[in-house]
């Protein structure tokens, strides 16, 4: 995983609410992201048009690009249309794949970000990562964080459900990213911020135990709350340490041996409750938080199993056996029991046939 990049401690602007992006305008204005008015906007597919040709007229001076995918090739086409542009600031309007390509195109170009995003998909929105696509398949980016963030209630009900429920496994997901933390220094010395940690958590803890679905704006704003704060944790630490631990390690170890199996915060939360399987199996602890996280995903109605997103029990297990090679030093459950094919076989056995029985 490359180092990231320290941006500010915390965005300059966070609104969500129903109704935000019309404060993207006032907020353009901010002599510390533009001062002389010369924005772009970058848009992916779906709503992004929209919202751009609704913010335009509050603008003094714009041009609309519209980014081709989450791809490092669309990334480096925008930030050189950024560079010949003398653009001071760039806007980001969509979801997931365009705010990514936009914060890797800024950050090359040199120049801050906006990110205003139109589904809850995962902590990319508002973080210091980049997950773009290129030739070898996908890889994470150390990027700059968003100067400022807008959510706008109204366009994220407007996404696809199955987009806006996937944010929670992500969020959930910092639990297991902040025990594998605390396991890395305790088995080795690594180092920890206790800041960054406490957000994670906080994030995680808020989302865990809200009473509420996608269909309440409370349940939506803490939701993009916590996803903003799992990126403020990565900012933070200078890592993806405190949101991303063995969990992530098996999503990208799917995304790497089955493409196209389900999206990031499905497979980031499957990849958190079976991590806390393995510690409570090998370990004696996590058993409390392991239930919980089930509840939580059976509550929203979030792929649980292997066999809930068309995987079967060995190609889960050769997934948990590849994860480590995905974040070559990074230490997590997964590296401190160095599971054969064999052991996560009989793993992933025992996980499924808990929730089974």
Known sequence: ???????????????????????????????????????????GPGQGDSIA?????????????????????????????????????VVGIGGGQTIDATKYAATLA??????????????GICSPVASLRHDKGKGSFGVAMPLAMIVDLDYVRAAPDRLVRAGIGDVISNFSAVDDWLLAAADCGEPVDRLALTVARTAAEALLFQPESI?????????????????????????????SGG???????????????ANHGELAGIGTAFCYHLRERFLGTGGERLAQIAACLDRH????????VGLTEEQFAEAVVYAPQTRPGRYTILERLELDKSAALKSVGEYVRSFEG
């Open 1 to 43: 995983m490359p180092q990231l990049m320290r941006s500010l401690p915390a965005p300059l602007s966070v609104e969500v609410r129903r109704g935000a992006v019309a404060a993207l305008g006032e907020l353009l204005a901010d002599r510390r992201i533009a001062t002389e008015g010369r924005v772009a906007i970058a848009v």
């Open 53 to 89: 040709e609704r913010v335009r007229p509050s603008l003094q001076a714009c041009d609309v690009f519209h980014v081709d995918g989450g791809t490092v090739d669309a990334a480096v086409s925008l930030s050189s249309k950024l560079r010949s542009g003398w653009y001071e600031a």
């Open 110 to 123: 040199g120049i801050p970000m906006v990110s205003v995003a139109t589904n809850l998909s995962h902590d």
């Open 215 to 243: 269909e309440s704006d409370r349940f939506l704003t803490v939701l993009a709350e916590g996803l903003v704060l799992s990126g403020m944790a990565m900012s933070f630490a200078g890592s993806s340490r405190p949101s």
């Open 247 to 261: 969990d992530h390690e098996i999503l990208h170890a799917i995304d790497q041996l089955y493409p196209g199996t």
């Open 301 to 308: 109605g979030l792929p649980k199993l292997p066999g809930d």
